[in-house]
């Protein structure tokens, strides 16, 4: 049996649709119950812990682990990947986006599994726009959270920000089987603010990106990294952020979480 609730899907891909169109800062559309329930409990109960995860990043502007390697994980997430780029889902994605000639990602560059612990954040920005190796635009972000308890007051929000940075228009929680599709391009600003979580409470999420060969109208064709973007209170900070910024990349290894740690305090502060 499918792990994606196709059938529901298909039944109401008109109004989804819709929704996506009308997307405001940019087309999304949320989506709650995209997985069947077994299955969404079940990847939530068989999600692994950051330490068992191959990607840890700790950055200048992100902390959250990664996992890409689906086929040591439980089958349940073969399933829902082997979903995610299947022709029915692609086909069903095209209809509902608008957007032709899709392609899932077969390595999940930047995707598969991710996991914030406490003090995770992920700082607004925009996604890269080319793929290092299928040399494809990238196009849409189909993000699955897996939280079934959330609180606001632990952060974490998915935040999609207006073009010009100016406020922020949509602020979705993460909670268990909520599906986000986005599109991408580099005005498309979206991130997370540091987590406050209790012992034993992470911020789990499952991505897989879409990739075609031509580029939306707010793509630039040369190839470019993820851009990321200050939130407008940190901009009145951006002395002492771009000194703390400056001051971990090339601080020793050994020092960098002290540096790290005063980040994360000017964060507090806002």
């Known amino acids: 049996m499918p792990a994606v609730d196709f059938e529901r899907l298909e039944r109401e891909a008109e109004t989804i649709r819709l929704a996506f169109s009308v997307g405001d800062p940019i ?20 999600f692994p812990s950051p330490e068992e995860m191959a990607i840890a990043f700790e950055g200048l502007a992100e902390v959250k ?3 890409e390697r689906i086929e040591l994980l439980d089958p349940v997430f073969q399933a829902i990947f082997g979903d995610l780029r299947s022709e029915r889902f692609i086909r069903w994605l095209e209809h509902v986006t608008g957007i032709t000639d899709l392609r899932p990602d077969p390595e999940l560059h930047g995707g598969g599994l991710h ?9 607004i920005h925009a996604d890269f726009n080319l793929h290092p190796r299928m040399g494809l635009y990238r196009r849409l972000n189909v993000l699955i959270y897996l939280n079934p308890t959330w609180h606001e007051s632990w952060g974490g929000y998915l935040e999609l920000w207006a073009q010009d940075m100016s406020q922020c228009r949509a602020y979705i929680e993460p909670i268990l089987n909520r599906c986000v599709i986005m599109e991408t391009h580099d005005r498309a ?9 209790p012992a034993g409470v992470t911020r789990k999420s499952v991505a897989s990106y879409y990739y075609a060969p031509h580029r939306s109208e707010a793509q630039t064709a040369e190839q470019h990294n993820t ?18 910024r400056r001051l971990e990349a090339l601080a020793p290894a050994g020092v960098r979480p002290v540096v790290r740690g005063f980040r994360r305090l000017f964060r507090l502060a806002d």
């Open 27 to 46: 087309r999304h559309v949320v989506i709650d119950r995209i997985l069947r329930d077994d299955a969404a409990r079940r990847a939530f109960e068989a």
């Open 189 to 197: 600003f979206h991130g997370y603010k540091q987590l406050h979580l």
């Open 227 to 244: 851009l990321f973007q200050l939130r407008p209170e940190e901009r009145k900070a951006t002395g002492a952020r771009q000194f703390l």
């Open 65 to 67: 682990n990664a996992e």
């Open 115 to 123: 996991q914030g612990p406490d003090g995770s954040y992920l700082d």
